[in-house]
């Protein structure tokens, strides 16, 4: 199955690079890393440059931001990030112009004074702005474990 994914990932890419054009989901996934790039160095003006102007940026703990919001609370300085590692990524590309995230982060994350190990499952959504890929929402949640739905009789 790996194989087989690569075997995708790579086809895609040469078909991309034929056409001149990047396949949405890498795109996506490209802008995705960026983001990350910017956020363990506290890059306020760069993640200003992947988020949309309609960006909404639901946190783990149901605060809803906006572009604005998030930016100038990173430019604050009471957050900051480190060791961020995501896995689990599932891209599914909904329109030509739009991608969902899938994933999973794991990241050494610092509140005020305090750094704490944060593991979240989130959704992210891009979208192709004029050219320019940019993420639209983002919706996180910490795992509590495993919820198993009792079997119906």
């Known amino acids: 199955m790996k194989r087989f994914l690569l075997w995708v ?21 490209r802008a995705d890393n960026a983001r990350l790039a910017a956020m363990m160095v506290g890059d306020a ?4 440059n992947l988020m949309s102007d309609q960006l909404r940026f639901v946190h783990s703990d ?11 609370n990173l430019l604050a300085g009471d957050t900051a990030y480190a060791d961020v590692k995501t896995s689990a990524v599932e ?23 305090d750094w704490s190990e944060v593991t979240l499952r989130y959704l992210s959504v891009w979208r192709n ?14 795992p509590s474990g495993n919820s198993v739905v009792p079997p119906k009789k």
């Open 45 to 48: 003006t760069a993640l200003g």
């Open 91 to 113: 891209m599914m590309q909904v329109t030509p112009e739009s991608v969902v995230i899938l994933g999973v982060q794991t990241m050494r994350k610092r509140l005020g004074p």
């Open 129 to 142: 702005e004029a050219g320019v890929w940019r993420m639209i929402a983002w919706q996180s949640a910490r």
């Open 9 to 29: 990932i790579f086809a895609g890419l040469a078909v991309g690079a034929i056409r001149g054009a990047e396949l949405p989901v890498l795109a996506a996934l």
């Open 62 to 72: 149901g605060r809803v931001e906006s572009k604005a919001d998030y930016v100038k």
